[in-house]
C-alpha cells in the first residue's frame, strides 16, 4: 500500500553525494538483502498456509474466505512486489537510474498498491466480522454470507486497482489517498477490538449478576463466548503485528508530505519503513500456526505429507 518511489525524492543525487556514499550504501546492501531473504519465508510461508486452511473446518466459510484473501496478498507481495522492491534498492546502489528502472518502481508500486492495500482493508474486514459474529449473534450466519464476501473482497480489488492508476496519473494525490485510507482502516480495527472487549466486559458482568440472582438466561441460544473469545485474542494478533508494521510507513509517509524533506536520513527511514510493511506478510504464516489451534494442526499435518512425498 506504500507508495516506494525512489526516483521522485531526488533520491539518486542525494546518493551520488561522496561524504554520505560509504554508509548508505551499507544500509541499502542490508535491506536489498532483508527484502529477499523476506520475500522468500513470505512465499513459502503463505503458500503453506493457503494449503492448510483448506484442511480448516472450524472457522465460518466467510471468515476463512477472508484469511485466505489475506495469506494470497500476504503470498503474492512476497513473491512480486518486494523481489521488485529488493531489485529497485540494488539498481540504486549500482547508480544505473534509467528509464528501465523508471518502469519497474512504477511497477513494483502499483503491486504494492494493489496487494498491501487488499491486505490492510482485509484485514479491517476480519475486525469487522468479529464485531458482526458478537453483535448479531443468531443473525450473523444470515448476515455474513459467502456471496457478500465474495463481493467485498472484490471491491478490495478494485480499490486497491484504482489507488495504483491514480499513482500513475497523480503521485501526490495517489500517496494522500492511500495514506488517508490506511490510517482510517486502521483505527476502524482498533475502534472493533475496543468495542469486542467493552461488549465482553458487560456481558461478563450481566452474567455474574444472573448467577449470584439465580435468574435463567434470557432467551435465544447464547454466543460460545468462551470459544469466541479464544477466537478474538487470536485473530487480534494478527491485526496488532499488522498495526505495528504499518503505523511507522504511515507516519514517515505524513512527515514527508507535510514537510517536504527530502534528505538522505528521511529517505532511509522511509525504506526501512516500507521493508517493515513487507515484513507483516512474512510474520502472518507465524501468528496463525501459533495462535489459530486448528490452522496449527493442519499446517504440521500438511508438511508431514510434504516430508513424506519428498523423501519416497
Request: proline content about 2%.
Amino acid at each position: 500500500m506504500a507508495n516506494f518511489t525512489l526516483q521522485d525524492t531526488n533520491y539518486t543525487s542525494e546518493v551520488n553525494q561522496t561524504e554520505t556514499s560509504t554508509w548508505l550504501t551499507g544500509v541499502l546492501v542490508f535491506l536489498a538483502a532483508l527484502n529477499i531473504f523476506l520475500a522468500i519465508t513470505a512465499s513459502l510461508g503463505n503458500a503453506l498456509i493457503l494449503v492448510a486452511l483448506r484442511k480448516v473446518t472450524s472457522l465460518h466459510p466467510p471468515t476463512k474466505l477472508l484469511f485466505r484473501c489475506l495469506a494470497s496478498t500476504d503470498l503474492f507481495a512476497g513473491f512480486i512486489s518486494q523481489p521488485l522492491f529488493a531489485f529497485a534498492i540494488i539498481a540504486r546502489i549500482e547508480r544505473k537510474a534509467n528509464m528501465n528502472f523508471q518502469y519497474l518502481d512504477e511497477g513494483f508500486i502499483v503491486t504494492g498498491f494493489i496487494l498491501c492495500g487488499t491486505s490492510v482493508l482485509t484485514s479491517t474486514a476480519i475486525s469487522v466480522d468479529r464485531l458482526f459474529a458478537l453483535l448479531l449473534r443468531l443473525r450473523y450466519r444470515n448476515v455474513v454470507t459467502l456471496k457478500r464476501t465474495r463481493s467485498l473482497i472484490a471491491c478490495f480489488l478494485v480499490t486497491g486497482a484504482s489507488s495504483g492508476l491514480i499513482y500513475l496519473w497523480n503521485k501526490s494525490i495517489s500517496r494522500i489517498a492511500v495514506n488517508f485510507f490506511g490510517v482510517i482502516s486502521l483505527i476502524t480495527s482498533i475502534f472493533c477490538y475496543a468495542k469486542i472487549y467493552l461488549t465482553l466486559r458487560q456481558q461478563q458482568t450481566r452474567v455474574q449478576v444472573q448467577v449470584s440472582q439465580r435468574e435463567p438466561n434470557e432467551g435465544g441460544i447464547p454466543l460460545n463466548i468462551a470459544r469466541y473469545k479464544k477466537t478474538v485474542y487470536s485473530i487480534a494478533w494478527v491485526q496488532v503485528v499488522l498495526v505495528a508494521c504499518y503505523i511507522p510507513y504511515f507516519i514517515v509517509s505524513i512527515l514527508r508530505l507535510s514537510v517536504m524533506s527530502n534528505g538522505v536520513s528521511i529517505e532511509v527511514v522511509y525504506l526501512a519503513t516500507v521493508t517493515q510493511i513487507y515484513l507483516n506478510s512474512s510474520l502472518n504464516p507465524i501468528l496463525y500456526c501459533w495462535k489459530i489451534a486448528d490452522v496449527r494442526k493442519a499446517t504440521k499435518d500438511t508438511i508431514s505429507q510434504v516430508c513424506f512425498l519428498f523423501l519416497q
